[in-house]
Structure formats: structure tokens, C-alpha cells
T-cell receptor, first 114, second 117 residues
Framework: DADVTQTPRNRITKTGKRIMLECSQT?????MYWYRQDPGLGLQLIYY???????NKGEISDGYSVSRQAQAKFSLSLESAIPNQTALYFC?????????????FGPGTRLTVL | QQQVKQSPQSLIVQKGGISIINCAYE??????FPWYQQFPGKGPALLIA?????SEKKEGRFTISFNKSAKQFSLHIMDSQPGDSATYFC????????????????FGKGTKLSVKP
């Protein structure tokens, strides 16, 4: 089984709808991240969490919220989806205690907002 | 503000050739430079990384060259193979112990590599 799983893998929704993307990991890592990938723009950090009680905004957090339900679960929510949030979303985890620890990415969720 | 600039955006190389992807960074505090490889339909995965105390790191056919004075680093793929076809992201960060936004990875925009048979 994959160490980092994301559900759903694909989602089509309409403008204004609330949507939640879920991430689970079995690596036992404390740090979890949500990234957005757009063609030609690379990976941009949305939110990150160092543990269940420590959640931080990344560079593009507007329009998004997160919840760290447990060490192994980190959810990303779009309260009112808009078309420019159409993108590929990745969850990642890292262990250890420093910024240079390897990040392990999930397979991604392709989100389309109509 | 783009702190890591990556080029080219796309690259086509013949099988057996050398693929070269370049990155430049602005923040002199960066001291860890990883490369991630992403195959279609998959998440990125760490390929190779370098710290500025060395000018080159080699792992198999993959080599990172680092030029601290120029604030540039590059990925060389020797004897490129069709299986190397993927998107490559360079990244940079500053070593930080637990906590601190300054330790987050800053990614380049990616290079899509196609290796032709």
C-alpha cells in the first residue's frame, strides 16, 4: 500500500461548492503539507502542519483552509470553489526534525472547478 | 517573488545524450538544494540533493553541479534514457530545525524532459 494516499484522485465540481480533499499517511511523519501544481508554475505551498496543534499558512493560502484531524490525516478544504482553483493538488509528508528532510508526495488530486 | 528560477521549461533529448537543467536562486541563506522527479500521474519524488559545501554530487547517471558564487546549480543526466522522461523540479531551502517558515522548500517551475528513442 502507498505510504501517502489522497482522496479523491479526480474531482469535478461547480463554482461556489464546498469541497474537501483528504490526505492520509502511514509513514508516521509529523510534518504534512499541501501543495498546488499548475502547468508552468511549479509547486506552490498552500498550508503546512508540523503537528496536530501547529498549522501554518503557506504562500497561497487565500481561499483554502485545512484541518489536521490526527497525526496521519491532513485535509484541505475549498469553502467556495472558484474556477481558478482548478489545479493538481498534492499532499506531502516529512519526518525527522529539519527542513532538509525528504518530502514524500502523494499521487495527487486533479480538481476541476466549472 | 520567484526565488528559484529554472530553465528550460521543456527539453527534448535523444537517447544516449546529456540532459542539462539549470536553476538559479536569489536567497544566499539557502543551503540545501534538492531535485525532485515527477512522472506523469505521480507525485514528485526526491532524486538527488546537494549542500553548498561541495561543488558536485553524483548518483549513477545523475549529477548536480553547484556554483555558490554564481548562485546556480544544475542537473546533468548522462546517457539519457526514455525512462527518464519526466518533469524535473529544482528546489532550495534553508536548513532549519523543527519549525519555521524559512525552512520550507521553494520550488522552481519545472522542466519537462522528453527523451526520444
Amino acid at each position: 500500500d502507498a505510504d501517502v494516499t489522497q482522496t479523491p484522485r479526480n474531482r469535478i465540481t461547480k463554482t461556489g461548492k464546498r469541497i474537501m480533499l483528504e490526505c492520509s499517511q502511514t509513514k508516521g511523519h509529523d510534518r504534512m503539507y499541501w501543495y498546488r501544481q499548475d502547468p508552468g508554475l511549479g509547486l506552490q505551498l498552500i498550508y503546512y502542519s508540523f503537528d496536530v496543534k501547529d498549522i501554518n499558512k503557506g504562500e497561497i493560502s487565500d481561499g483554502y483552509s485545512v484541518s489536521r484531524q490526527a497525526q496521519a490525516k491532513f485535509s484541505l478544504s475549498l469553502e467556495s470553489a472558484i474556477p481558478n482553483q482548478t489545479a493538481l493538488y498534492f499532499c506531502a509528508t516529512s519526518g525527522g526534525g529539519s527542513s532538509t528532510d525528504t518530502q514524500y508526495f502523494g499521487p495527487g488530486t486533479r480538481l476541476t472547478v466549472l | 517573488q520567484q526565488q528559484v528560477k529554472q530553465s528550460p521549461q521543456s527539453l527534448i533529448v535523444q537517447k544516449g545524450g546529456i540532459s542539462i537543467i539549470n536553476c538559479a536562486y536569489e536567497n544566499t541563506a539557502f543551503d540545501y538544494f534538492p531535485w525532485y522527479q515527477q512522472f506523469p500521474g505521480k507525485g514528485p519524488a526526491l532524486l538527488i540533493a546537494i549542500r553548498p559545501d561541495v561543488s558536485e554530487k553524483k548518483e549513477g547517471r545523475f549529477t548536480i553541479s553547484f556554483n555558490k558564487s554564481a548562485k546556480q546549480f544544475s542537473l546533468h543526466i548522462m546517457d539519457s534514457q526514455p525512462g527518464d522522461s519526466a518533469t524535473y523540479f529544482c528546489a532550495a531551502t534553508r536548513f532549519m530545525n523543527y519549525g519555521g517558515s524559512q525552512g520550507n522548500l521553494i520550488f522552481g517551475k519545472g522542466t519537462k524532459l522528453s527523451v526520444k528513442p
